[in-house]
């Protein structure tokens, strides 16, 4: 156990100097954290000076995992265990999975998520990446030699609420305080901006292992405002991996990949990939796949590669041209254009994009790091490092929320590329006589119809008074914050009945699941669970402490008499709660402080609005 | 200023039709940039909570505020005169006939070009009517008129967005 800090007496350390904030991109074929040390963002190697960990877990039997480069080089001979592209099963159903039949694991189909069979029992994706995060979290504190203070974790712009729930849930079992979610191109952007003082309007092109996202931001004096978003989070390099795998065995055998073993499968799949890589270079390449018993030499050229997956690149460019069209501008109204994640190493890909543009991509920030050094300068400046107005991020969500209406239409309520966070209210009534309980089902998508949409959660709301057709008014609400995470809530409006529902329970996991799943053998969780959860009660009580005492400092002349001392003795006891051992003593205490502090937050909230404002006077009329 | 401000209080501007996009724009930022809750990010439990109320509020603002559609609906519901789109569909007959002729040019039109010349005169017709907004809202006050003719924006628009798909479905 790392020994406790004590510093000199009258000598505390500044808190906001302890603030190890790190940025993780958590990647579909590879992940990576970074921190902003000595005012830069840099990538954290690992003890061989490896920055990219690969995506890549392998469960070794009897408790055994691997983790990274050693899991990755177990890949060939233990493709059934050893679980790679946990990314994209995150958030997903069987039936979602259109190319599960591709894939060399056991899936089991499971209500919300697949799970994956492994010689350790069923494996569910939020636990692998789970392995991945908690990896990535022991070197930054092995880095730092130092505690944690949060994490900023990057998702696919185009990620829906399911997937960002996965993934949120991931950052909880390896014990990460997510900051915030931010979009993988979002955090590019950043990385770019601040380096290059760049203004105007941007596209980002990403295209990931696994996933595919555009977005279109605008940048105004450290202000990064996204105007639309579009993408496909089942498009990356692991495609051009398969086309080529399924051209290059379609010529010399004749077979389809769905009908090798999973050992075969993937050596096929490697050989392509290795194949990918060189012609990105060469003309052509030469190479060998690693059979079981036997070794087939091979040859490939870069023609034959661009014609197997013309198509793929030629779906990107559509996709960017619909985000072009929701945002209302044309590809000449672009002033750069930045190129993210390892697939946009290949020459047919950079070559269309600059066609599509007419301008050459902006690449001089390393592709396979530039999301997560820019998840750390946002993670940086969300710790309290950054100077006000130096960088404000307003993302917006990716995909219309709604509710099923009679004849399994779709009512949109929230639509896609609103800013976030966002609220929305609407009004639907009873459809028969007498009628006093209503489901709520909440879908993600922008068809019409219900079946052609994801469905996120079904709640009900009962109690409501019998009355005629059409004479009640539900009120339902959504909110979404600035993770990109729905609430919903519905009220009869009449009767206040009220009911609720933070959606996730219908795919995600629950907190039960949670628990028992930290409480399992999971191999890096803290052994010793009460104790983290004291820990945990004493980090916030601090924060809170903190955060109290730095606003009445700055202004303390909004309260009223009396009111300071009601604060200040809120924070003794909250001190004198954290100084002790008691958990729930510790939460009561950080419980009612924040209680006791809300109208004094509300208040300041005026305060600073008015501010924002001053000097702007009403327009004369 | 607190949560139940108007628009128009919230971004300092002045109660009317006409609106300067940069200007709206450049609030909104300066409005987030205090009340974000990145902003807040390791602050105590109740500033999060303020800050998400007051970022939800100024967003839903500026949604309606850059919007002439729902900006005119706004102005006319803050007069006194509610849009009920839902159950006042009375159109006058002219505009019903445009409607249908609309709709039969769409189904009718089999490739990109045709559709885009239609997306050209619907993208006209908006620009007229939220040109009269603009009169009958700042000029004459007319809120009943003003919300007849925001109703009928509101048709033009739907028709807009299903012509906007049917391009979708053609270049995709």
């Given at each position: 156990m790392a020994l406790l800090q004590?510093?000199?007496?009258?000598?505390?350390?500044?808190?906001?100097?302890?603030?190890?904030?790190?940025?993780?991109?958590?990647?579909?074929?590879?992940?990576?954290?970074?921190?902003?040390?000595?005012?830069?963002?840099?990538?954290?190697?690992?003890a061989q000076g490896r920055a990219i960990l690969p995506s890549v877990v392998r469960y070794a039997g009897e408790g055994r995992r691997q983790i990274g480069h050693d899991a990755l080089a177990a890949q060939g001979h233990d493709a059934e265990n050893t679980i790679a592209s946990a990314k994209r099963l995150m958030g997903r159903t069987l039936a979602d999975l259109g190319n599960a039949a591709s894939l060399p694991y056991r899936l089991v189909d499971r209500p919300g998520m697949v799970g994956i069979e492994t010689r350790e029992g069923l494996k569910s994706p939020v636990e692998v990446s789970a392995e991945i995060l908690a990896s990535l979290r022991q070197r930054a504190e092995d880095t730092f030699d130092d505690e944690l203070f949060g994490a900023v974790i990057t998702v696919p712009a185009y990620f829906d609420d399911a997937q960002r729930q996965a993934t949120k849930d991931a950052a909880k079992l390896a014990g990460l305080n997510v900051l915030r979610l931010i979009n993988e191109p979002t955090a590019a952007a950043i990385a770019y901006g601040l380096d290059n003082a760049s203004e105007g309007l941007y596209a980002i092109y990403d295209l990931g292992g696994g996933t595919f996202d555009i977005s279109l931001l605008r940048l105004t004096r450290g202000v990064f405002e996204v105007v639309a978003t579009g993408g496909d989070s089942a498009l990356g390099g692991d495609d051009y991996d398969e086309r080529l795998a399924q051209a290059l065995l379609q010529r010399e055998r004749a077979q389809p990949l769905s009908a090798l073993s999973a050992t075969d499968k993937r050596a096929?799949?490697?050989?392509?990939?290795?194949?990918?890589?060189?012609?990105?270079?060469?003309e052509d390449v030469e190479l060998d796949v690693a059979l079981t018993g036997q070794s087939l030499p091979l040859r490939a050229s870069a023609a034959e590669f661009h014609a197997a997956t013309a198509d793929l690149t030629q779906r990107t460019l559509t996709l960017m041209r619909k985000v072009l069209r929701d945002a209302q501008v044309a590809p000449a109204d672009v002033n750069g254009?930045?190129?993210?994640?390892?697939?946009?190493r290949m020459p047919q890909v950079r070559a269309a994009v600059a066609g599509f543009f007419g301008r050459e991509p902006l690449t001089n920030l390393n592709p396979d790091e530039v999301v997560a050094l820019g998840a750390a300068i946002q993670a940086h400046a969300l710790a309290g490092h950054a100077q006000d107005s130096e960088l404000l991020l307003l993302d917006v969500i990716p995909l219309s929320l709604g509710l099923e209406t009679m004849g399994g239409l779709v009512e949109r309520i929230i639509e896609r590329n609103t800013t976030i966070p966002a609220a929305q209210a609407q009004e639907f009534t009873t459809f028969k006589d007498g009628q006093t309980a209503m489901a709520l089902h909440v879908v993600q998508g922008e068809r019409e119809l219900?079946?052609?949409?994801?469905?996120?959660?079904?709640?009900?709301?009962?109690g409501i008074p019998p009355m005629v057709a059409g004479a009640a008014r539900v009120r339902v609400t959504f909110q979404v914050d600035a993770d990109g995470l729905l609430n919903v809530s519905a009220r009869e409006v009449s009767s206040g009945v009220e009911a609720a529902i933070l959606v996730k329970p219908s795919y995600g996991l629950s907190d039960e699941q949670i628990t028992t799943m930290l409480q399992e053998s999971f191999a890096t969780a803290e052994t010793d669970m009460p104790l983290r959860a004291l820990r945990e009660a004493k980090v916030d009580a601090e924060r809170m402490v903190l955060a109290t005492r730095a606003a009445l400092q700055a202004d303390a002349d909004l309260l009223e008499p009396g009111e300071r001392e009601g604060i200040e003795r809120l924070v003794t006891q909250t001190e004198q709660a954290a100084a002790g051992d008691e958990r729930d003593a510790i939460e009561a205490a950080t419980r009612a402080l924040a209680e006791g502090t809300e109208h004094f937050a509300a208040e300041r909230m005026n305060r600073g609005i008015r501010r924002a404002l001053a000097g702007r006077s009403v327009e004369e009329v | 200023m607190n949560l139940s401000s108007s628009d128009f209080e919230l971004f300092g501007v002045a109660m009317r039709f006409e609106q300067d996009p940069a200007v709206l724009s450049e609030r909104w930022k300066a409005l987030q940039a205090t009340a974000h809750p990145?902003?807040?990010?390791?602050?105590?439990?109740?500033?999060?909570?303020?800050?998400m109320q007051w970022s939800v509020r100024v967003n839903e603002a500026y949604q309606r505020l850059k919007d002439p559609l729902k900006r005119a609906a706004y102005l006319c519901t803050l007069h006194g005169v509610a849009i009920d789109a839902e159950s006042n569909t009375a159109m006058p007959a002219e505009f019903l006939v445009q409607q249908m002729q609309w709709r039969e040019a769409l189904d009718e039109a089999a490739d990109e070009p045709a559709v885009d010349a239609l997306a050209q005169q619907v993208a006209g017709a908006q620009r007229d009517m939220i040109d009269s907004l603009r009169t009958l809202i700042d000029q004459r006050q007319d809120w009943p008129a003003a919300a007849a003719q925001v109703r009928a924006l509101m048709f033009v628009r739907r028709f807009a967005d299903d012509v906007a798909r049917r391009i979708e479905t053609l270049q995709d």
């Open positions: 004590i510093s000199e007496p009258g000598q505390s350390p500044d808190p906001h100097q302890r603030r190890i904030a790190v940025g993780i991109d958590l990647g579909t074929t590879h992940s990576l954290v970074a921190a902003v040390r000595h005012g830069a963002a840099e990538c954290l190697p690992d096929w799949l490697q050989a392509a990939r290795r194949a990918k890589e060189a012609l990105s270079i060469h254009v930045v190129l993210v994640g390892g697939s946009t219900v079946s052609d949409c994801r469905s996120l959660a079904r709640f009900e709301l009962r | 990145d902003r807040f990010a390791s602050g105590g439990a109740a500033e999060q909570r303020v800050a």
